[in-house]
């Protein structure tokens, strides 16, 4: 399909950013404030030939998830927070068995069912260590209708390549707020898919990762012949308690994707090249930091911004840089700090100021403006 | 009698659908899980069905470890999510044949939501629940099928358990399952027949095998050896095939009622999706 313009709200440009991705089946449960993803599919999947399948639970949604990917089909789901709790059960699972799907977790008020309709950014540690156990995750942040899209076809490719799932993290307002779509010419996307076993089926050991770390993936009902478990495993995919295997598994599923984390971090330099106090954002609140920035350079003040468009794994580099490059660092979260406390591990000894606000108003441009100008009087 | 060469290279004819380089596995001497696993391997060759085409899929439990013993595609998921899976990888490619082997706990417990809503939704796998009355795996808690009074180690006596237990026809039955049977370990050629059926129907099909946990639940509950337990199995059995499956008690102690209750004709999920399909389409 050639190019096109939509005017648009956040979580239909993700479902077709998706589709634009190739995925072709969806597995969910109805969510505030996720539910128009699951409802735009429902209405364009079948017209791709693909699968809207809503489950009895986002459990069950989730797992048919991975199910999918292990057919051939790219797979996503998407949900808020009560859903994404329920869901970390199979985030481990997808880490372990290395199954590339994508997760999109419209945040909303917490904790608990707290505000269904209302915008925050509380769900940003649970993404990184909900499952338990050790391990690495990747997480996007949108921040417009367009990058929502843009973000959602990336998250595919991320977890195809990588073979490990990915979460799409949208505040509820980046998720239902309205702006123009372009969707490019699927020709010009760049879409990524999952390497493919070459070896004979009878040398074929699923889980003996190539130089990259990651495996190449066969499919079920092929003539590869594979067992795939939760269970720590070896190269065969074989059950094991041998500390051995545990440690190097554990080792390689981090290192997939630490050792590439230059190539899948992505943050946007907003005004900084002389900048003495940087605000780092991401989502909404980015959105009125923009704004704070100008307004505080209109006063005379070198204030920018760093705008993380990937939250996980955390991109210490740019934020290590930024530190020794600024004299102060604000952090705006719609949360009580998240983010905050790794942006404060990478920028020491660099004085990082926290903006909390954990309510579906974000900080607003005068709110953080005036916080510049006291960090400004420091 | 000494074994000569030729027999020590002999094949178990069914040797073919297993890994044997995971030989030996897992289960306690005794346990039904490997005559299951036996029975499924039958009725696959029986139907001489491409064994690339089906996939083996199973949660947690001792019946869990079931799907990394076939030697075709398998999965093994988190607890209760076999099914699940098994319906994401079905919708993904409605051209692979699904088999779900669980447990009683797997399937009835953590899984149950997904189990009744699997049946709701008619979507074509086989689903063998191997039902020993406790979780084995764990050390022998009471479980969603466990007896009133019986004990285990969360029921220990003098209680014993105080909960009563699902009967599993007719949960599956009542959900909506288009196949419906039951058997204990000791029938093994009805049991395969069945589990033939299930393979073949258009459907889900939910196929019970009623078996022996020695090691744990016999133990705790003074039933003797793994033998003792199998031949109590053949004694308490009632066959009624045909019975409404409402009527399909399960008395451990007296009666144990098998056969296939249920086989209807209803539409099938994927079918269903594809008939839309072509609808959008036009």
């Known amino acids: 399909m050639p190019e096109r313009t939509m005017f648009t709200m956040g979580d239909i440009a993700c479902a077709e950013g998706a589709l634009s991705a190739g995925c072709r089946y969806f597995g969910g449960y109805p969510i505030t404030p996720a539910t128009e993803i699951a409802e735009w599919m429902a209405v364009r999947m079948p017209e791709l030939s693909g699968a809207y399948v809503q489950y009895e639970d986002e459990i069950a949604s989730i797992t048919s998830v991975i199910g999918a990917s292990w057919a051939g089909i790219k797979a996503m789901t998407a949900t808020s927070g009560p859903g994404a709790s329920l869901m970390m059960e199979a985030v481990g699972l997808a880490v372990m068995t290395e199954t590339p799907i994508v997760i999109v977790n419209i945040m909303r008020g917490g904790p608990s069912t707290g505000q269904p309709t209302r915008g925050q950014q509380g769900d940003v540690l649970q993404a990184k260590w909900g499952s338990h156990g050790d391990y690495q995750i990747i997480a996007l942040t949108p921040a417009s209708v367009q990058e929502m899209f843009d973000l959602t076809v990336r998250a595919f490719n991320l977890s195809e390549k990588y073979r490990v799932p990915v979460f799409l993290l949208a505040d509820e307002i980046v998720g239902h707020m309205r702006e123009a779509l372009v969707i490019p010419d699927e020709k010009s996307l760049k879409l990524v898919s999952r390497k493919m076993p070459k070896s004979e089926p009878s040398e074929y050991l699923p889980f003996k990762p190539d130089d990259d770390l990651v495996p190449p993936m066969a499919l079920l009902g092929t003539k590869y012949q594979f067992y795939a478990t939760g269970l720590t495993h070896d190269e065969r995919g074989y059950p094991t308690d041998s500390d051995e295997v545990q440690i190097e598994l554990v080792t390689r599923l981090n290192e997939k994707i630490l050792r590439h984390i230059d190539e899948i971090t992505e943050v946007e330099r907003y005004f900084l090249d002389d900048a003495e106090i940087a605000i780092v954002a991401y989502g909404t609140p980015a959105r009125s930091a923009r704004r704070a920035v100008k307004d505080a350079r209109a006063k005379g003040i070198k204030a920018g911004m760093l705008r993380l468009k990937t939250v996980w794994p955390f991109p210490e580099e740019p934020i290590a840089q930024l530190a020794s490059d600024v004299k102060h660092i604000i952090v705006p979260e719609q949360n009580m700090g998240q983010v905050y406390y790794m942006v404060r591990a990478f920028a020491a000894p660099t004085p990082v100021h926290l903006m909390t606000k954990p309510a579906g108003t974000p900080q607003l441009p005068d709110e953080i403006l005036r916080k510049i100008m006291e960090v400004h009087a420091k | ?282």
């Open chain 2, 1 to 282: 009698m000494t074994a000569t060469a030729e027999q020590v290279t002999l094949k178990h004819p069914m040797a073919k659908y297993i890994r044997e380089d995971r030989m030996p596995w897992i289960y306690c001497p005794g346990c039904s899980i490997g005559i299951v696993t036996g029975m499924i391997t039958r009725a696959i060759d029986t139907l001489g069905i491409d064994f690339s085409k089906v996939v083996v899929v199973s949660g947690i439990g001792c019946s869990g470890r079931t799907s990394g013993y076939f030697k075709t595609g398998t999965f093994h998921t988190t607890h209760g999510r076999a099914i699940p899976f098994a319906t994401g990888v079905k919708i993904a490619n409605p051209d692979l044949e699904l088999l779900v082997v669980a447990g009683d706990g797997d399937l009835a417990a953590i899984g149950g939501n997904h189990l009744i809503h699997a049946c709701r939704r008619n979507i074509d796998m086989t689903v063998v629940c191997i039902n020993n009355f406790n979780y084995g795996m764990t050390g022998g808690q009471f479980g969603p099928t466990t007896e009133h009074e019986k004990w285990t180690q969360t029921s220990p006596a003098p209680i014993g358990n105080i909960e009563h237990p699902f009967n599993l026809v007719k949960l599956a039955a009542s959900s909506g399952a288009t196949f419906v049977a039951r058997w204990t370990a000791v029938q093994v050629r009805r049991a395969t027949k069945s589990i033939e059926k299930g393979i073949t129907k258009q459907g889900l099909s939910f196929i019970e095998i009623v078996g022996a946990c020695p090691t744990a639940y016999g133990r705790m509950n003074r039933l003797g050896e793994g033998v003792d337990m199998h031949k109590h199995l053949l004694e308490v059995t009632d066959i009624q095939n045909g019975l409404p499956p409402h009527e399909a008690e399960l008395d451990y102690a007296r009666r144990i009622v098998c056969g296939e209750f249920v086989d209807i004709e209803k539409p099938e999920y994927t079918d269903v999706l594809k008939q839309m399909h072509a609808k959008v389409r036009k």
